[in-house]
């Protein structure tokens, strides 16, 4: 009785370090991060690299000449599900007026990426952040928000979920430039 145990308390360690030893290496590599290497207000969007959700590599460049608001998100996070549906209906009522809408999941699975899409109507791009780009933007907690002006400069960062009065006074800003 007593060597069972003991291996069943050997066995809780292990995992308790294996356990602190993904925190440590996701969250440290984050908190870590300089804030000065982060994009800020004012300056141009850099290129941002991500994965497809069917796992090839996409870059996303080219969007020039539209206002961009990049989401960062994850299906499991309360606030993102939270605002994702005001999110879909401005992305659909004013994708006339041009505004280009990209989702940034942080690190999930396709499948579970496909099955919050499909949850929500999600019709714009939703590309996979492997971490380095929301590393680079100081992610550490979601939802970001990153609205972007039709010239490729960076006009608003808003961190945490956004209600619709937040949502429109950024987008008021970055279709008026």
Known sequence: MMREWRLVIGLWVVAIALAASVVMRHFGSVA??????????GSPLPPLEALTLAGGDVRVTGLHGH??????FASWCPPCNAEMPKIVARANALRARGLVVVGLDQQENPALVRRFMRMYGIDFPIYIDPGAIAQRFGVSGLPVSVFVDRHGVIRMVRYGELDAAQMDGALAVILGS
Not at 32 to 41: F, L
Not at 67 to 72: A, G, T, V
């Open 32 to 41: 870590a991060m300089p804030v000065s290497t982060a994009p800020r207000v």
């Open 67 to 72: 206002p961009l608001w990049i989401n960062f």
